[in-house]
């Protein structure tokens, strides 16, 4: 066998952790992608939520380009000039004071629990290890991350979990009397969940968690992951709610594709990381800051977050007419472009039929919701062709 045989033949040498859709895709550029058969496809997943900018924004590629000629890596124990570049630009363009960089969202959630703890035990001492989550919730797949998520299908087979968790339920303002013990060091939460079904907080509820937060300095952590660079309209999601978190995680959509995430805390929180607490070989190194401080820069000086507002507003209507047409869909939620489709079924023979049939690529989020994630650099016209292509899906399949 040649060795491109073997490439694309053997594909039991991956793991099987994903059920892989039948697609193998080899090029994208702005809202599509192709696969290896040249077939073009819209794509309303944008990487889950990573390729904000489109695939391969020429901005992004030309400082990635420009940083390979240059120098790949040379650990965190050296100034890193794309690396402050991109923590003054996050650190100016909200309520942080510093950053820490790590390679992913669960790192950066991690990482983000790690700080909370030692916080609190300076702040508090030793008994104040608890971090508070919510029901529904997704943190990542790491040991600690995954026993902060919410939903017991990501916990399955891997016990014993990781002490120092407690859940409420997400919205429920009665149980927030639970919120705080002597154990209590911080609550960690998406503004709008996005794993586990598209579900933005109510804002008195979550006024409410960062009342309860301020007055027992508990550390108000907000998994941005998703949420944030540019997804909600505002640069990051809580912006919307008009609430001051203490740490902040962001990943995915950071570095256009480029493994990157990082934890945005307030000079007191930060604090607790002294020398030698925490590190990463990779984190923050050239390339990834380089293109993470070209994606940020290109978001803030253009006009493309205003744009989210207005697309999402748009989307969210379009969404909401098809709901007046089709009896199977209960409900459209969401923030900006990120819209949830919730079905009275099971969400898996839509995306099937809109992807095989109508070459259009949308995500779940849990079994019975569709969700869309189209890179903010999307238009009405390609909306117009989602809606479109779900009005037949919807009319004429599924009947
Ligand atoms: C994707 C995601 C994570 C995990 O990020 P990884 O980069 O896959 O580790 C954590 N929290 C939220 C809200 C996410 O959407």
């Known amino acids: 066998m040649s060795e491109e045989t073997v490439a694309t033949t053997q594909k039991d040498s991956i793991m099987p952790t994903y059920a892989r859709f039948p697609i193998t895709l080899v090029k994208g550029e702005g809202s599509y992608v192709w696969d290896d058969k040249g077939t073009k496809y819209l794509d309303f997943t944008s990487g889950i939520g990573t390729c904000n900018l489109g695939h391969v924004p020429s901005v992004v590629k ?73 029901t529904q919730s997704f943190h990542g797949r790491t040991l600690a991350t995954l026993s902060a998520t919410g939903q017991t299908k990501i916990q399955d087979g891997f016990a014993p979990l990781m002490p120092g968790f407690r859940y409420l339920p997400f919205n429920d303002t009665e149980a927030l009397a639970q919120l705080v013990t002597a154990n209590t060091c911080a609550v960690m939460l998406e503004v709008v969940q996005g794993e586990g079904g598209v579900i933005p907080a109510e804002k008195e509820w979550l006024k409410k968690v960062e009342e309860i937060c301020k007055e027992n300095d508990i550390l108000l952590m907000i998994d941005e992951i998703q949420t944030g660079i540019g997804r909600t309209g505002k640069l990051f999601g809580h912006e919307c709610y008009g609430i001051n978190p203490d740490v902040m995680t962001i990943a995915k959509g950071l570095g256009s594709g480029f493994p990157i995430g990082a934890i945005v805390a307030t000079e007191k929180a930060a604090k607790a990381f002294e020398a030698g607490t925490h590190g990463s070989t990779f984190g923050g190194n050239p390339i990834v800051t380089a293109a993470g401080a070209a994606t940020l820069t290109e978001l803030v000086d253009s006009n493309l977050i205003e744009n989210v507002t207005e697309l999402g507003e748009y989307l969210s209507e379009q969404l909401n007419e098809l709901k007046k047409q089709f009896e199977q869909i209960v409900e459209i939620r969401g923030i900006g472009l990120m819209q949830g489709i919730v079905l009275s079924g099971p969400a898996k023979d839509a995306l099937t039929i809109t992807r095989e049939n109508y070459q259009t690529l949308l995500l779940p989020a849990g079994p019975n919701v569709i969700r869309l994630l189209p890179p903010l650099t999307t238009s009405k016209a390609e909306i117009d062709q989602v809606i479109e292509v779900l ?4 009319s004429k399949e599924l009947t």
């Open 62 to 134: 030309t400082a990635v380009e420009s940083q390979l000629q240059e120098l790949w890596h040379c650990s965190n124990l050296f100034h890193i000039p794309t690396q402050q570049k991109l923590a003054n630009l996050l650190t100016s363009h909200s309520f942080g004071d510093q950053v820490f960089f790590c390679n992913s969202g669960a790192e950066a959630n991690e990482g983000a629990i790690k700080l909370a703890r030692r916080y609190a035990q300076k702040v508090k001492g030793t008994e104040a290890y608890e971090v508070v989550t919510f």
């Open 391 to 394: 009005k037949i899906v919807f």
